[in-house]
């Protein structure tokens, strides 16, 4: 049976010399060093492309500071491909080139949100039986609708709250299987429990575990397969996400991904894994 983390493709996006303009919630007390950052991006590229059959970078977009921060183009779930429409209205163009690589891969269907619509990527959630999205200053409710509209009768879609000072869903919260979530504690980490706890079908929600690490940038994981990605340099959560590779056979790699958290990039922005 196919799991929604086996993944046989990624597509990045190369870091632009513009990259230190990109949008931040708050500027970083040390600016980005853009050397630093394309080495730690290349360093990301090449471990993704160690634990996926086909891998492509794309060119960057000067004009986009923010572009190699792909995962907020488009969300791709099966063969469904939709294209977003970011929120922040100077990272709109970002799409365009996303589109047109998707468009000439067999076998996917292509999907546009349409204005007003506004969806991040970064707020979209896939367990392999729902999808969360989050409704953040990046994303609205005309954009949930779109997406129920367009997995009607594939899976539910179901909206959270990301309140505070908390740009994107999976800034708290990622999936390291079908059934577990690991989240940080953070205030809004029982906020958006309770809400899935609400919401989300009984027979998923009775199978659903939480993992909880307490720093929020390794709250953001990935999963490709039998391997599980963290960000490095935090050892209490370290040794909590360790764990739980111990006891599911699965092997831990680390990255130092220091300039993206200065920009509130996380692992998962920085790449679209799917499976054709």
């Known amino acids: 049976m196919s799991r929604f983390y086996d993944y046989n493709w ?4 190369a870091v632009p010399n513009t990259f230190e303009d990109s949008l931040k919630l ?63 209205p100077e990272r709109q163009p970002e799409t365009k080139p996303i589109q047109k690589r998707l468009e000439m891969l067999p076998g996917l269907s ?34 949930v609708r779109q997406m129920e509209t367009i997995f009607k009768g594939i899976f539910p ?7 505070g000072h908390t740009l994107h869903l999976k800034s708290v919260i990622s999936a390291l299987n079908e059934d ?33 690490v307490p720093q929020l940038p390794p709250s953001n994981a990935l999963r490709i397969g039998n391997a ?12 909590i996400i360790h764990q739980y590779c111990v006891d599911n056979n699965l092997k831990l790699h680390k990255l130092e991904m220091s300039e993206f958290l200065k920009a509130d990039g996380a692992l998962t922005c920085c790449s679209l894994l799917f499976k054709l």
């Open 110 to 143: 292509i999907h546009l949100l349409t204005a007003p619509a506004k969806l991040d990527g970064g707020d979209v959630l896939f367990t392999g039986s729902c999808i969360f999205v989050g409704l953040s200053k990046r994303t609205n409710e005309e954009a």
């Open 157 to 163: 879609v179901l909206s959270l709250p990301v309140t």
């Open 180 to 212: 577990v979530i690991l989240a940080a504690e953070h205030p809004l980490t029982n906020e958006l429990k309770t809400k899935i706890d609400q919401c989300t079908p009984t027979e998923i929600l009775s199978k659903m575990k939480w993992i909880f």
């Open 26 to 88: 708050e500027p970083p007390p040390i600016p980005i060093n853009l050397q630093l950052a394309k080495q730690q991006h290349e360093n990301y590229t090449s471990l993704i492309s160690s634990l996926v059959s086909h891998s492509e970078e794309l060119p960057c977009d000067s004009l986009c500071p923010d572009c190699v921060f792909i995962e907020d183009t488009a969300v791709i779930i099966g063969n469904i491909a939709v294209i977003t429409i970011p929120g922040a």
């Open 228 to 239: 599980i990605i963290m960000q490095e340099g935090f050892p209490e959560s370290e040794a």
């Open 10 to 13: 990624a597509l990045t996006r």
